[in-house]
């Protein structure tokens, strides 16, 4: 996609800003998701960042996802942005310091491919640490879908696509039904 949306947020959405910009979004063949994101140096806050979190978050929104890296809209930042219903949180320069043995195999889709659905085993929770856009450093325990969200975009900063996580049968069927879904929403959208 290479078209840039400009989104008026003049009502308030995030403040200040007459118009924010969505970010384009790279699909699974763009070579910038093999790529693992350096650590972040400038200080915390900075007005680039704040700037590029308000895009991806209005970005992720724009897609209906839950979770976005910033190496998926082409920006070399260790970066991402997490947030569904009433959880919200932007990690700069994430990292996990424990995890559990056990691991939870569900099935995890993403932004770059559309529509492509397969079960990865992750860790039932997870103790993290981050820093926010601000600067302030957090530690934290997470469980569920949040963990597995942290690590879905753990896995992007550090150049790990969704497909690496599976065999090459289990591939094939999931791409074999990632077309499936696409003809049925190209019908639809074309109805």
Not at 45 to 55: D, F, G
Not at 162 to 185: C, F, N, S
Request: charged content about 25%; aromatic content about 6%.
């Amino acid at each position: 996609m290479s078209d840039v949306i400009k989104i008026d947020t003049g009502a308030g959405l995030f403040g200040g800003e007459a118009v924010i910009e969505a970010l384009p979004l790279y699909d699974d063949h763009h070579p910038m998701l093999s790529i693992r994101m350096p650590e972040h140096t400038m200080p915390l806050p900075n007005p680039l960042m704040s700037k590029l979190v308000k895009r991806l978050k209005l970005t992720k929104k724009m897609y209906g996802g839950i979770g976005l890296s910033a190496n998926q809209c082409g920006i070399v930042q260790r970066v991402f942005v997490i947030g569904y219903e009433d959880f919200d949180m932007v990690c700069i320069n994430p990292k996990v310091t424990n995890a559990s043995a056990e691991l939870l195999k569900e099935n995890e889709g993403c932004l770059s491919f559309p529509g492509l659905y397969v079960k990865i085993p992750r860790n039932s929770w997870i103790e993290v640490e981050y820093f926010t856009e601000e600067g302030k450093m957090i530690q934290t325990r997470l469980e569920g879908l949040s963990a597995r969200c942290f690590l879905h975009e753990l896995d992007h900063m550090n150049g790990i696509k969704l497909t690496q996580h599976v065999g090459p049968v289990a591939l094939k069927l999931a791409r074999q039904k990632q077309e499936k879904r696409i003809k049925k929403h190209l019908r639809a959208k074309n109805k």
